[in-house]
């Protein structure tokens, strides 16, 4: 190996140890009124047409668990209580969210509720 080689190899090893070494942040929990108060940009999900007319004049309920880095980006989504047909693209949106930065990274349960009209009367 040569001189140059051996070098980058002891800085990529000395790296990779500091890093090590770090603690990774805990990720805190917030309440679910926190992701309203701190989003800045990202719309609010929908249902697809199709579940709508599967459902209608009910109101369907969906519930996720939803981590924030600390810049603010979503970086994770989990799904508590679903809705078949509807949960690719709530999470979807859901990852487009961006609140505003955090001292940690955060976790919140959210929920959402979503009234769907009855049919129209004929």
């Given at each position: 190996?040569?001189?140059?080689?051996?070098?980058?190899v002891?800085?990529?090893?000395?790296?990779?140890?500091?890093?090590?070494d770090?603690p990774?942040k805990r990720?805190?929990?917030?309440?679910?009124?926190?992701?309203g108060?701190?989003?800045?940009?990202?719309?609010?999900?929908?249902?697809?047409?199709?579940?709508?007319?599967?459902?209608?004049?009910?109101?369907?309920?969906?519930?996720?668990?939803?981590?924030?880095?600390?810049?603010?980006?979503?970086?994770e989504?989990?799904?508590?209580?679903?809705?078949?047909?509807?949960?690719?693209?709530?999470?979807?949106?859901?990852?487009?969210?961006?609140?505003?930065?955090?001292?940690?990274?955060?976790?919140?349960i959210?929920?959402?509720?979503?009234?769907?009209?009855?049919?129209?009367?004929?």
């Amino acid at each position: 190996m040569t001189r140059v080689a051996l070098i980058v190899v002891a800085l990529v090893a000395a790296t990779l140890v500091a890093r090590a070494d770090e603690p990774a942040k805990r990720r805190r929990n917030v309440p679910a009124q926190a992701f309203g108060s701190q989003k800045i940009a990202g719309d609010d999900p929908h249902l697809p047409d199709a579940v709508k007319a599967q459902h209608p004049g009910a109101t369907l309920s969906w519930i996720g668990k939803v981590c924030v880095r600390e810049d603010g980006v979503v970086d994770e989504v989990k799904v508590i209580a679903g809705i078949p047909a509807a949960d690719e693209g709530i999470m979807s949106t859901l990852q487009t969210w961006k609140l505003k930065p955090q001292p940690v990274p955060i976790c919140g349960i959210v929920r959402f509720m979503f009234d769907i009209p009855p049919p129209p009367k004929k």
